[in-house]
C-alpha cells in the first residue's frame, strides 16, 4: 500500500514558476515509477503530463509542456517534484501524483495509487 500526498499548488501570475511535491508513504516508493497527471476544469479525464522512470534516468512529457516542466525524484525521500516554468493560464488545473508498477507508465489504468490532487491556479 502507498499513500500519496501532494503540496504546492496555489495561485500563481502567467510566467511564474511552481514546483510540485508528492510525497509517499511506505518503503516500495522506489519501485514505482511516478507520473503527474492534471484534469483541467471541464475536462473529463485526468491527462498525462509527465512520468519519471524508477531510477529517474527515463522520463517523458506531454507535448504542452515540453520544455517548460520537469519532473525528478529523490528516492531516499520518497519524493517526486514537478518544477513548472514559465506557466499559463491553460495550465489551471488539479494535479495528481500516481505511483505505477510499469518501467514509464502513461495511461491512467497502468497506475496502481494515487494522490488527492492539488490546485494550481494560472492568472493571465
Known amino acids: 500500500q502507498v499513500q500519496l500526498v501532494e503540496s504546492g499548488g496555489g495561485l500563481v501570475q502567467a510566467g511564474d514558476s511552481l514546483t510540485l511535491s508528492c510525497t509517499a508513504s511506505g518503503r516500495t516508493f522506489s519501485r514505482y515509477a511516478m507520473g503527474w497527471f492534471r484534469q483541467a476544469p471541464g475536462d473529463l479525464e485526468r491527462k498525462l503530463v509527465t512520468v519519471i522512470s524508477v531510477n529517474g534516468d527515463n522520463t517523458r512529457y506531454a507535448d504542452s509542456v515540453k520544455g517548460r516542466f520537469t519532473v525528478s525524484r529523490h528516492n531516499a525521500k520518497n519524493t517526486v517534484y514537478l518544477q513548472m516554468n514559465s506557466l499559463k493560464p491553460e495550465d489551471t488545473a488539479v494535479y495528481y501524483c500516481?505511483?505505477?508498477?510499469?518501467?514509464?507508465?502513461?495511461?491512467?489504468?497502468?497506475?496502481?495509487?494515487w494522490g488527492q490532487g492539488t490546485q494550481v491556479t494560472v492568472s493571465s
Open positions: 500516481a505511483a505505477g508498477a510499469s518501467w514509464l507508465p502513461t495511461r491512467k489504468l497502468e497506475y496502481d495509487y
